[in-house]
């Protein structure tokens, strides 16, 4: 369980909670079964990729936010309605929260969401986001990978292991009618934000468990201007130890408030300790 201690510095940060669902392609074929698409099968009304929905929090805070694609039809040259959908709002939306974040998380979204937000910037022609943003996104996915050992990695695994019930189940027809516009798009879409929502509940859960267990996302004294623990923020910190690293000998610190290690301070020359709290 993550300290009381660690939990209220990370409700002083801005941390937030994104998850994305896209949209399918849509193909021709002849037969379902294990086969290979090319680019030629794809249907040419639905070439460019799309995110049908968003759903973002901020840690410590009950609020789910959600944002939906904009659905129209349009006449093409033959008069024929075709259905017409576009992400901008979403990435528009969801960039104004990833602006003042301190810390963006997601489940699997080094490799999905930020990449998947990041293209639909691009074929927008919206604004790149800035390059100190990158440093600050986690993805829980990754942080589970390197430091821990489970049947399986997937949300829905983590959800039920920690009894939230799993993610809620989804069938292809939710992608199929909303994509299509069908006439039960709006129901699905409202099935799909609910699945969306808990999804991001889910994973900030699973990020305060891992979180003690895993690195430590960032450095508490950049935000509280003191050098004390690196986790909480907190400047009851006791000596506990030297050790002696490659060339360097370091002053062990152990936090009094959170009891996790603290960070280490290098032992000058004079014996004397350097004031900077380092990993
Ligand atoms: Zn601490």
Redesign the pocket.
């Known amino acids: 369980m993550i300290d009381p201690?660690?939990l209220k510095f990370l409700k002083t940060l801005k941390i937030l909670f994104i998850d994305i669902e896209t949209a399918p392609n849509f193909y021709a074929s002849f037969r379902p079964g294990k086969q290979h698409i090319t680019i030629e099968q794809l249907h040419p009304d639905f070439l460019e990729p799309q995110i049908i929905c968003a759903a973002w929090k901020w840690l410590g805070r009950p609020t789910v936010y959600t944002e939906t694609w904009e659905t129209k039809w349009q006449k093409d040259h033959r008069g024929h309605h075709k259905v017409i959908h576009d992400s901008t709002r979403i990435v528009q939306q969801l960039d104004k929260m990833v602006e003042q974040a301190d810390i963006i998380i997601g489940q699997n979204a080094k490799s999905f969401d930020f990449k998947w937000l990041n293209t639909v910037r691009m074929l927008k022609d919206l604004p790149p986001l800035p390059n100190w943003l990158t440093i600050t996104q986690r993805d829980t996915l990754e942080m589970m990978k390197k430091h821990l050992y489970l049947p399986s990695n997937k949300l829905d695994y983590i959800s039920r292991l920690l009894g939230l019930g799993g993610k809620l189940p989804t069938r292809w027809e939710h992608w199929i009618s909303i994509t299509l516009d069908r006439d039960d798009a709006q129901e699905r879409m409202k099935e799909m934000l609910t699945y969306n929502k808990k999804d991001v509940k889910d994973n900030e859960a699973q990020f305060l468990k891992i979180l003690p267990y895993c690195e430590m996302t960032v450095n508490a004294n950049l935000w509280t201007g003191f050098e004390g623990?690196r986790?909480?923020?907190?400047t009851n910190v006791a000596r506990n130890g030297i050790r002696h690293m490659g060339e360097a000998s370091y002053q062990q610190l152990q936090?009094r408030?959170?009891h996790?290690y603290?960070g280490r301070v290098r032992i000058l020359k004079d014996g004397k300790t350097s004031t900077r709290v380092m990993k």
């Open positions: 201690h660690v623990c986790q909480c923020g907190s936090c408030d959170c996790g603290a």
